[in-house]
């Protein structure tokens, strides 16, 4: 049973202005500006993610909109890649995808949550939004 699009049960979301252009399910970090988020600058990031884009109408958001992320909860993230329920997720990139965590030994990697279902590329993969930074063992 795939949960993906049904499973949507946001926690907190808070209202931030976007750095970049977003639409609902992308991972995003902290922008450079206050109280503004942005895309990752790649996969694996070693900073902390922030969150999950919410926008259910399915539109994108410019840069500079006022944008809802969803900081806990349960959200259908977007997988650029395999991904097996429990996998810890991290940024697939800089396209606001997300992919599971692979750290090597000591290497920090920003983690979004658990995957609580499996999916392929394209998916949408419902996520625990749980942010923390892991290092590899």
Do not use: H, W
């Amino acid at each position: 049973l795939t949960m993906g699009l049904s499973s949507r049960f946001p926690g907190q979301m808070i209202p931030m202005v976007t750095e970049s252009i977003v639409s609902d399910g992308m991972v995003v970090i902290v922008g450079a500006a206050d109280n503004a988020c942005a895309l990752p600058g790649g996969a694996s990031p070693t900073v902390s993610l922030l969150g999950v884009i919410y926008r259910p109408d399915g539109s994108s958001a410019a840069v500079g909109d006022t944008v809802d992320v969803i900081i806990s909860g349960v959200y259908p993230v977007i997988a650029a890649g395999s991904i097996t329920a429990n996998n810890l997720i991290t940024s697939g990139g800089t396209d606001g995808t997300a992919i599971a965590e692979s750290a090597g030994s000591g290497v920090l990697v920003g983690v979004l949550g658990p995957a609580l279902e499996d999916g392929v590329s394209g998916d949408r993969v419902a996520t625990v939004i749980n942010p923390f930074i892991k290092q590899g063992a």
